[in-house]
């Protein structure tokens, strides 16, 4: 009887051993597939920080042509220009030449 139950020890055994090893090895499946996708994540995340830092440049620029506008518009010569070429008001004195196209 102490061999039978040595027979059903070690296979018992050699069983939770087998288990065990396809736990540890679907775990180290799962973490090699997760890292990937992290990494993966990651690197698409760098390419859309650059993208992002490229377009913010942008905006900087396209701020600071406005506010160059904004102050060019405030000045006597935007009026004076804007009164000459789009209302057609001209100087005292001042003669205009129109072409008969």
């Not at 990651?42 to 506008?69: P, S």
């Amino acid at each position: 009887m102490g061999t039978i139950s040595k027979r059903k020890y070690k296979r018992r055994n050699r069983t939770s051993k087998i288990w065990i090893s396809l736990i540890v090895v679907l775990m180290v499946g799962v973490f090699s597939v997760r890292s990937f996708t992290l990494w993966s994540a990651g690197k698409e995340n760098v390419v859309r920080k650059e993208k992002l830092e490229k377009e913010l440049e942008k905006e900087k620029k396209r701020e600071q042509e406005l506010k160059e506008e904004e102050k060019y518009r405030q000045t006597k010569k935007y009026i004076e220009d804007y009164a000459h070429n789009q209302l057609g008001l001209v100087y005292p004195g001042e003669i205009i030449f129109k072409s008969q196209e």
